[in-house]
């Protein structure tokens, strides 16, 4: 990823929406930024304001973009001599200091590239613990002489939903024939469309001590939570899709993309949207 930032820098304007990030104003010129709003700001995953991937993946792909020798008030440009940006926690934030060292020397306005984007992925999707926003939050340093300082602070909130996100995962590996759809579907419960929200959310497992097929908010409170993480099943039972994953069937198991999907909506509040 860092090598795609570095060999992509585009040699363009700083975007429309670009921003200061914050510094003294006879320095913060040195690097703006592009692709969000402000320096603090959050995306909801899925979104495709802010999500380039557009997709509620467990990952928000923002488009951000750090430019410098921007033009502004009160403030002179010149070429930076030395960045770093700290900590260098995610891939993204380690990628983005790479690139802007590639920057460096620059005397013309110049920016990163939006794509392939700062992924933002959300904490969870492994355990029962609740699916919780992801945060990068850094800080920037360039030096032109004097120095400019920003600090960032994005953030990556669940955004996934029934029909866009979660049913057609649903439909795919677990309303299978044989499984949970037809006329006597497994465990006596469906995931097919249209029966998924009736079917589960608040709706009591076949087994009593198993609590609610889906209970909103609560990924660790819900047995399909616990049935496609394979981990907390009280009855005894197999993991779901079954077979899964010594020996998954032919529709396949979930990807760790589609769980973190799947229990975003739930921690969410598990809406029939």
């Known amino acids: ?34 692709g969000i709003s402000a320096t603090k700001a959050s995306c909801t ?37 030395a960045v770093s940006v700290k900590p260098t926690t995610l891939p993204s934030e380690s990628a983005l200091s790479t690139a802007l060292g590639g920057l460096v020397g620059s005397s013309t306005e110049t920016c990163t590239p939006a794509s392939p984007g700062f992924a933002i992925p959300l904490k969870g999707g492994t355990t029962l613990a609740p699916i919780k926003p992801g945060v990068a939050s850094f800080k920037m340093k360039a030096t032109a002489g004097k120095a400019d300082v920003d600090k960032l602070k994005l953030s990556c909130v669940p955004g996934a939903q029934l029909a866009r996100d979660v049913q057609p995962i649903f439909t795919a590996k677990c309303a299978t024939t044989g499984c949970h759809s037809g006329a006597t579907p497994a465990g006596a419960h469906t995931l097919e469309a249209g029966k998924t929200y009736a079917d589960n959310v608040n709706v009591k497992a076949l087994v009593p001590s198993n609590g609610l097929r889906i209970k909103p908010g609560s990924v660790k409170g819900s047995y399909l939570a616990r049935k496609i993480l394979g981990i907390g099943i009280k009855d ?38």
């Open 1 to 34: 990823m860092a090598a795609l930032l570095v060999t992509g820098i585009a040699r363009a304007a700083c975007p429309p929406d670009c921003v200061p990030g914050g510094g003294p104003a006879t320095t913060d010129c040195f690097v703006q930024w592009g």
């Open 45 to 81: 995953d899925g979104d495709v304001a802010c999500d380039l991937d557009g997709h509620a993946d467990g990952v928000c792909t923002i488009g951000l973009q750090a430019c410098v020798n921007v033009p502004a008030a009160g403030c002179t440009p010149a070429p930076i001599t």
């Open 236 to 273: 005894g039972t197999a993991s779901m899709p079954s077979g899964c994953p010594g020996l998954p069937p032919t529709s396949g198991c979930l990807t760790p993309q589609e769980t973190v999907t799947i229990l975003s909506w739930i921690q969410r509040g598990a809406p029939n949207d």
